[in-house]
Structure formats: C-alpha cells, structure tokens
C-alpha cells in the first residue's frame, strides 16, 4: 500500500535537545511538507520541498530545520530553538507542489517537552 | 496564513441527518479543497474544487464554492457514526500558492 510513514508516534523532548521526527513517502512524489498542529488551530506550515536537494522555508520555520538528500524522506527537526514545541506535526505529499492535486497526510508525530 | 474560517466550530448531529459547514476566505484562490481529520489521525482529503466550479459531488458529499462570496460549504447527507470527525478548509492562493487550513469544524453524530 502506497502512503505516508511518520514516526515515532509520540516523542519528547528534553530542555536544550535537538529532535528529528521522520517522514517517509512511497507515492513517488515530488513534494513534500510539514506542518504544525496547534489544539483549536488549522495547520501551519513549517517547510516545504518541491524536489530533491531544495526546501523553502514557510510561516513557522523558526526553530526548525529539514533536509531532502532523497525523494522518499524528508526529516524535520525540532531544535532547542524552538521554545514551545509542543504539538502535533503533519508531514504531507502530493505529486507537485502547490497544486490542483490534493495533498497525502501521515498519520502525525506527537511532540511534548519533559 | 489562517486565511479560511470554517463555520460553526462545532456541530452534534443525530445519525441519518444532514450536517453543512461553512468556510470562508479572505484573498483569491485557485481552489477550495475539503479534508477530513479523525480524533488523532492524519488529514484525509475529500473533495477539491476550482474557482471556476461552483459544485461538485462525491458520494454522500456535496461541496459549493461561491467565489463572489468568497465561501464554501460542505454537506454530508445521512451521516453515519464514522463521520465524526473535524472538517477542515484549506484554500490554495492565487497569489502566493501556498495552501491554508481553516481551524476546523467538529462533528458529532449521535446514534
């Protein structure tokens, strides 16, 4: 079955740590995306890819950094610069980015501070 | 961004009735897309619409778009227990390309 593969399911962070949090994709798409999560908010947008090798930041970067070295993956980590990290993350898909073509969601990561 | 709202926030509903939420936006879009959230879950997308349509159906989900209005509304007849849930709009700009999510309805359907 084609999807999206995000884990680990519930993560925690302690005070001045670095986490990354996993995104796989078997759709062979081109585009990727992170969102954020807020209780009572819609989602933001932390960073998206178009293609392999390029990222852009999106309303929400600070405190977080990606990398996509291959198609398939496209890590997000949550470093001790974002001071309130706690929520809930999505990583998405679609075929191109931005686009008439609906974006494919994993199943989230659940970040909390200890 | 939050450029779309939905309408309302929250919404119970016995099972077999009809539920409709409302989402409205602020600047001009390529399209309107509708997705579903289940309570811990990742999104799952419903129904795309383009500026130029003004309905679109799919199953038991009908979407209008009255891009005069700049608003949207969903309906899903005979809802069943499997439709609670949040519904969420997002609108692809037509100025910046980026997709904006609404806050979301909750629905409730009682059996």
């Known amino acids: 079955d084609g999807g999206i593969t995000q884990s680990p399911k519930y993560l925690f962070r302690k005070e001045g740590q670095n986490v990354t949090l996993s995104c796989e994709q078997n759709?062979?798409?081109?585009?990727m995306y992170w969102y954020r999560q807020d209780p009572g908010q819609g989602l933001r947008l932390i960073y998206y890819?178009?293609?392999?090798?390029?990222?852009q930041k999106g309303d929400i970067a600070e405190g977080y950094s990606v990398s996509r070295e291959k198609k398939e993956s496209f890590p997000l980590t949550v470093t001790s610069a974002q001071k309130n990290p706690t929520a809930f993350y999505l990583c998405a898909s679609s075929t191109r980015i931005f686009s008439n073509q609906p974006q494919h969601f994993g199943d989230g990561t659940r970040l909390s501070i200890l | 961004s939050q450029q779309g709202e939905e309408d309302p926030q929250a919404l119970s509903i016995q099972e077999g009735e009809n539920a409709t939420m409302n989402c409205s936006y602020k600047?001009?879009?390529?399209?309107l897309q509708w997705y579903r959230q289940n309570s811990g879950r990742g999104l799952v997308h419903l129904i795309l619409i383009r500026s130029n349509e003004r309905e679109k159906h799919s199953g038991r989900l009908r979407v209008t778009l009255d891009t005069s209005k700049k608003s949207s509304s969903l309906l899903i007849t005979a809802s069943r227990a499997a439709d609670t849930a949040s519904y969420f709009c997002a609108t692809l700009g037509s100025n910046d390309y980026k997709l904006s999510f609404g806050a979301g309805t909750t629905v409730t359907v009682r059996a």
């Open positions: 600047t001009s879009i390529n399209n």
């Open positions: 759709l062979n798409h081109d585009a």
């Open positions: 890819s178009q293609i392999v090798n390029d990222f």
